[in-house]
Structures are given as C-alpha cells and as structure tokens.
C-alpha cells in the first residue's frame, strides 16, 4: 500500500471537510481535479478511506447523557455472542475489544441519566455472558478530532 506525499496532502485536506469540493483539493495540491478524483478513487479502493459521514450533534437532537461502560465478560469465548446482541442496543454507538480488566469498552449517547438507567438495567445487564460493567459519565465533550495524517 504506496501512499506518497501528496496523499497524504488530499487526506489531511478531506479529514478536515468531507464536503469539500474536490476542484478545491486539486487548487491546494496543484494538480487537476482528474488527478484527485482518481487518487481518492484509489484511496477507497485500498481501504485507505473507508467513507464519509455527516456528525450529528446528540445534544441538538435530545441526547443530553454520554457514558462509557467497561464490560466484564463471563468468558472470552463468549465475546462474539455478546457482541451480536450489543449491536442491537442503537443507544451504543461505538464498542471496542480491548485488553485491561474490561473485555469490551463502549460509548452510549441516551436522552438523560434515566433512559441510561434503562439501556443498563433493562437491556445490557440482562445479556447472558455479562457479569458486571462500569459506568463513566461524561460531564463535557472538550475537544474531537480525526488523527493526523503524518
């Protein structure tokens, strides 16, 4: 997987606006608008870029409670059953395997601190295969952003 300088330029332009035009791209980097057509192109083709989205803000949609849980599991090998199940809770919105004391860690966005009581009581602790989790609210959001490209 070659990725040269220039690359590495339309990545850092496009990581910032996924919306911009790619005639803007091509005035940066100097070159046609061909040129980055075909470079962004190639760049999906090797999963270099894996798609584009527009963010939502929660806050500005009724989602007014962030947590991140570590989850205990009961087994290792039951990570994939628990997994399937998780994806179905639309509340959590990112899930990572991890090493450490917790098997998996996810972040779940819900309307306030009692539909989080909910999606923990009613839905994620009744998952067989969980044995316990940890909750971390989080109080503000100060700052996200993509990883640079280097």
């Not at 790619?22 to 057509?37: F, K, M, P, T």
């Not at 760049?43 to 894996?50: E, F």
């Not at 527009?54 to 991140?68: D, Q, R, V």
């Not at 039951?78 to 399937?84: A, I, N, P």
């Amino acid at each position: 997987m070659q990725i040269d300088e220039l690359d590495k330029k339309i990545l850092s332009l496009i990581s910032k606006n996924a919306r911009i035009p790619y005639l803007e791209v091509a005035r940066e980097c100097n070159v046609s608008g061909a040129a980055i057509h075909q470079r962004i192109q190639r760049l999906i083709k090797i999963g270099v870029i894996t798609g584009s989205e527009f963010i939502i803000n929660p806050k500005t949609i009724g989602l007014l409670t962030c947590a991140y849980m570590g989850v205990f599991l009961e087994k290792a090998s039951m990570y994939e059953k628990v997994l399937t199940q998780i994806k179905e809770i639309p509340e959590i919105i990112e899930c990572h395997y991890t090493t450490g004391d917790y098997a998996l860690f996810i972040k779940v966005v819900t309307r306030d601190n009692e539909h989080l009581k909910h999606i923990l009581t009613d839905k994620l602790q009744k998952i067989e295969g969980i044995t316990r989790t940890e909750t971390f609210i989080s109080l503000e959001e100060n700052f996200k952003r993509q990883f640079p490209v280097l």
